[in-house]
């Protein structure tokens, strides 16, 4: 069946462009995972959605950094007037289950890159 | 594409050899581990997990192994294959709430 899909996979952007990221997860799936991937590291802790409830936002690295999902289905993260350090891999992951620690299918990513 | 793996420590084996991965987690309060393939151009891809409460826990050609004294958990991949060449990562969680924290990662590399 369809996985979690992502769009766009590639971005380049200018440093102080707005971006927006996309994710669609699968269907049905209550949590969703926003996480920050830098070359040659773990994948990093952003934000987590159960249905349209943003419930932690504590990995958002500053007030540029913003999510959504407000039809508990598709989400956003949008990046306000990008800098060269967001030059990274966004990777979303989506969970059946309510917390979904146990069970997260990861999208392939958006790799975004600030020029 | 850029690979995943880059800067990161690797481990080389022969094709058919057996494979242990390590990872040195942080926080003695995790109670919940995954292990993670991941790769190039990819999303990670669950193996297998093990709760605090287990030692060692068995898959399809993979087991993980706990150490929570030391802080310790390897993954033991038999009869490794060119497919498994990739970075894999280890993940912990405390149970308090739904992040995930990953380490550095390593990458596997199968030799012919």
């Known amino acids: 069946g369809a996985g979690v899909s992502q769009s766009p996979r590639y971005k380049v952007a200018k440093r102080g462009q707005d971006v927006a990221l996309r994710c669609d997860p699968i269907?049905?799936?209550?949590?969703l995972f926003w996480y920050q991937q830098a070359l040659g590291q773990g994948p990093e802790f952003l934000t987590y959605?159960?249905?349209?409830?943003?419930?932690?936002k504590s990995g958002l690295p500053s007030d540029r950094f913003f999510a959504e999902r407000p039809e508990g289905s598709v989400s956003t993260l949008k990046i306000q007037r990008t800098q060269q350090e967001d030059s990274a891999v966004y990777l979303c992951?989506?969970?059946?289950?309510?917390?979904?620690?146990?069970?997260?299918?990861f999208g392939p990513g958006t790799r975004l890159l600030v020029l | 594409g850029e690979s995943v793996g880059l800067h990161l420590p690797t481990l080389s084996v022969q094709e058919g050899d057996n494979s242990i991965i390590n990872c040195a987690y942080s926080?003695?309060?995790?109670?919940?581990f995954i292990w993670y393939k991941q790769e190039s151009g990819k999303g990670p891809q669950f193996i297998i997990d093990?709760?605090?409460?287990?030692d060692k826990r068995q898959g399809q050609r993979v087991t993980v192994l706990l150490n929570k004294t030391v802080k310790h958990l390897s993954l033991q991949i038999a009869a490794t294959q060119p497919g498994d060449s990739a970075v894999y990562f280890c993940a912990e969680n405390t149970g308090a709430n739904s992040k995930l924290t990953f380490g550095k990662g390593i990458t596997l590399s199968v030799r012919p």
């Open positions: 992951a989506s969970s059946p289950l309510a917390g979904g620690v146990e069970t997260q299918y």
């Open positions: 269907s049905g799936h209550v949590s």
């Open positions: 926080n003695s309060a995790s109670d919940y």
């Open positions: 093990i709760r605090s409460n287990m």
């Open positions: 959605f159960q249905n349209e409830a943003q419930l932690d």
